[in-house]
């Protein structure tokens, strides 16, 4: 694109108050910070185990064909002498928490999307910080410079320009759609580049002749209507014309918290299961204690060998952020289940969050003041110290004995 | 088989018996009721394996003979009847029921299919049947409804002489009641833990026809063990739960700092008006002195409500939070008009109890109650 053109870093920004600001090839990138030896070459994180999809893929192994989403075996063969790397996600939330701390202080209106990206409502910064693009550019520096990490940064009037424009700067770069040139910008895309526009939609679309957000702008809506549904319709016309009446809302509460494994070969074994959900448990578990939040819903996730799923969930008395009390649901739940199969993927979740503060909790009869709770937090403090290692249920010490696939030692079940 | 029979006598008989059929029964005949004449009486029982009923009915019996048909349409019939006498034969495959102008035909099942419903143990004792009655209502209330516990979800009732103890407990609240039984053997000592669905309906039943509740007992294997109840003509058998309950009475504090006592009609009126702005889960909050007791619920950005009443209170001031259907559940069974609450710190267990006007403390019922944290 043409970077320092039109729609390039010193564009106009009037009217623009919407930063849609992307990390490059974050996980990627945070690994080659720590190991700068890797500076240069093809790093895929994720993607190591038999059946491992890519997390990230920096932009020397994207040259390859390599993406974010693929089976790790594609990767292995379309990019062979890359550096793989298993996902190390404290490292990878750590820095995520300390960009999104630079976002916080630019302006209080951040809406995370993920790890990576964030929606910032920057009209407000005005007389403070500048205007839209001079406060992308502090972002990108200050990014750079405390960070070490690059983002690139979309600036427009609404959300889904700015994730457009963020997209088109990639990497390492910094895109403003003027107000006014919005449908300058838009018009030209190819119709998948809308939001909520998939392969599905994108080819009913083609059918109906449509490839350019322009055609559809200048479709009539009644059209669109009946070929994608009203709703769908409507909306993407809307799109087309540049509207999008989408709020950058702070702190979008979390629906849920959860972890999942898919096993590398199918499993059904219950020793094993019994010790995955105890650490899926313990991560969940850990996550809701990160955020500051507890669920009140403990719902387990079983996928068979023939891929059918199936969700069991328990309302528990009191929510909870303690790994020992999701353990005992999910596994309670598992039991209940008893599935006679071989099973591909376990996964547990939390959900009917609420901030930690603002719950009631119910302990049981006699429960300790100092009780499982107050231990998780300790073994936090430990692992924030020493490494994520420091503290961990013993069922889930690796086996010293050189005993091969035994099964941790588990009371008889 | 042919017999006439009062269609109030049959009617009740059936509804009991097909109350506690399954609703989706593993194999057909289990949805079935069986009706057995003999000896000038009627036999209704219905089984599913865990839980058997049998109830005897006075009839005039023409034929002897014994029918399975689907409880279900049965009772529904027997409730529509007219009050009239009933007359019921068997055509055949079939099964003709006459009550005056009424007449209903229906299918039986092959009662060859049906299992044989468990003997009924040896009697080990006998209860008045309302202080039963009462004593399971009580209880029953703590237990727990999570089948992932099973053990949890049982009343536990442990035989010591001639004292019987009922505890229950869902591991937020416990309930323990103490009264008297007559052991056929005096000086003996055992426990059963029952299904506490099954104990209730049964004890509210056998309570209503008043008399006595005979209680047998058959000791057994890894979920063999088996415990009958029977009075006024009717018996049911339950299959006991494994015992492997939790030892809770030894949560129960000796002592208390702090005791108030409130009048329990009052007490529920105000907790259910207060706790109507209590969302899911929400704790209602009891702050004691020496003024009174003022119970309030809600948040700082929700809904809030509080309302102030006489308390007699001994003790330091002292906050303490539960949730409200909790609490309500042991106001709601306490026998004596005035609730008492002894209780030692905010964050550790509560004790309510009950006494009478002149304040004298009923020494068999205790319900505890673990209190809420609030904002952990």
């Not at chain 2, 889960?281 to 409500?305: C, H, K, Q, W, Y």
Request: aromatic share 4%; proline share 6%; net charge negative.
């Amino acid at each position: 694109m043409d970077r320092g053109g039109r729609f390039g870093p010193d564009a106009d920004d009037t009217g623009c108050a919407v930063l849609h600001v992307d990390m490059d090839a974050f996980f990627a990138s945070v690994e080659v910070r720590r190991r700068p030896e890797l500076r240069g070459k093809p790093v895929i994180v994720g993607g190591v185990g038999p059946r491992g999809v890519v997390s990230a893929a920096s932009y020397q192994a994207r040259e390859y064909g390599v993406h974010s989403a693929m089976p790790g075996a594609r990767a292995r063969r379309l990019c062979p002498h890359a550096v793989f790397l298993p996902p190390d996600f404290a490292a990878y939330s750590e820095a995520s928490r300390a960009v999104m701390s630079i976002f916080h202080d630019v302006t209080p209106l951040v809406e995370p999307l993920s790890l990576d990206e964030a929606f910032l409502d920057v009209a407000g910064c005005r007389r403070r910080l500048g205007s839209a693009g001079q406060v992308a550019k502090l972002i990108r520096r200050r990014i750079a410079d405390e960070q070490g990490l690059t983002a690139s940064v979309g600036v427009a009037a609404t959300k889904f320009v700015a994730k457009l424009a963020s997209t088109q700067a990639k990497p390492d770069g910094l895109a403003v759609v003027p107000a006014a040139e919005t449908l300058d910008f838009l018009h030209p895309l190819p119709v998948s580049a809308l939001w909520g526009v998939g392969e599905r939609t994108a080819e009913t679309l083609r059918r109906l002749g449509l490839r350019t957000v322009a055609d559809i702008a200048h479709t009539p809506v009644t059209s669109l209507r009946s070929a994608l549904g009203n709703a769908a319709g409507s909306h993407v016309h809307e799109l087309s014309w540049g509207r999008d009446p989408r709020r950058v809302t702070p702190e979008a509460v979390d629906k849920s918290i959860g972890a999942e494994t898919t096993f590398d070969v199918d499993i059904d074994d219950s020793a094993t299961l019994r010790t995955t959900m105890l650490a899926l448990a313990g991560k969940t578990a850990a996550r809701l204690r990160r955020v500051g939040l507890v669920g009140r819903t403990v719902v387990i996730k079983v996928r068979f060998a023939d891929f059918r799923t199936v969700t069991r969930s328990r309302t528990l008395a009191s929510p909870t952020d303690v790994t020992r009390e999701v353990f005992d649901t999910a596994w309670a739940l598992y039991e209940a289940l008893r599935p006679g199969e071989r099973i591909r993927l376990i996964g547990v979740r939390a959900e009917n969050l609420l901030p930690a503060g603002q719950a009631s909790l119910q302990p049981q009869l006699g429960a300790p003041e100092q009780g499982w709770r107050e231990a998780d937090r300790a073994a936090d403090a430990a692992r924030a110290r020493f490494g994520s290692a420091a503290v961990t249920p013993a069922s889930l010490l690796p086996q010293t004995d050189g005993g091969g696939s035994a099964a941790p030692g588990e009371p008889g079940d | 088989m042919k017999f006439r029979v009062e269609r109030d006598a049959l009617a009740d008989a059936v509804a009991w018996t097909a109350k506690s059929l399954p609703n989706r029964p593993p194999v057909p005949v289990l949805a079935g009721v069986l009706l057995q004449v003999g000896d000038g009486r009627l036999l209704v029982s219905g089984f599913d394996y865990e839980v058997s009923s049998q109830v005897g009915v006075d009839i005039q019996a023409d034929a002897d003979g014994m029918i399975l048909v689907s409880g279900r349409l049965l009772a529904e019939i027997t409730r529509a009847l007219p009050d009239k006498p009933v007359d019921v034969a068997t055509e055949g495959s079939r099964v003709e029921i006459t009550c005056g102008s009424a007449r209903f035909t229906l299918p039986t099942m092959p009662v060859e299919d049906y299992p044989t419903l468990p003997e009924m143990p040896d009697a080990v004792g006998s209860v008045d049947s309302a202080a039963f009655a009462s004593a399971v209502a009580q209880v029953a209330v703590a237990a727990g409804r999570d089948d992932t516990l099973p053990m949890l979800t049982g009343v536990r009732l442990e035989f010591e002489d001639s004292t019987l103890t009922m505890v229950a407990t869902d591991r937020y609240r416990l309930a323990i009641k103490e009264l008297q039984w007559r052991p056929d053997t005096p000086g003996g000592s055992t426990a059963a833990l029952v299904p506490a669905r099954t104990l209730a309906e049964t004890a509210r039943t056998l309570g209503a026809l008043g008399g006595e509740v005979t209680l047998s007992m058959a000791a057994g294997g890894m979920g063999e063990g088996l415990i009958g109840f029977s009075g006024g003509g009717r018996r049911t058998t339950s299959r006991l739960l494994n015992d492997d309950f939790p030892k809770v009475k030894s949560l129960l504090p000796d002592s208390h700092a702090a005791q108030a006592k409130v009048p329990v009609g009052a007490l529920t009126e105000v907790v259910k008006r207060v706790s109507l702005v209590a969302e899911r889960n929400t704790p209602v909050r009891l702050s004691f002195s020496e003024e009174g007791l003022i119970i309030e619920a809600g948040g700082s950005d929700d809904a809030r409500a509080s309302e102030a009443m006489d308390c007699e209170y001994s003790g330091d001031p002292l906050t303490i939070a539960f949730n409200p259907a909790f609490l309500l559940d042991a106001v709601g069974v306490l026998e004596q008009p005035v609730a008492v609450l002894s209780l030692n710190d905010p964050k550790k267990l509560a004790v309510m109890g009950s006494a009478s006007e002149d304040g004298e403390l009923d020494p068999g019922y205790q319900h505890v109650l673990m209190p809420v944290r609030v904002g952990a």
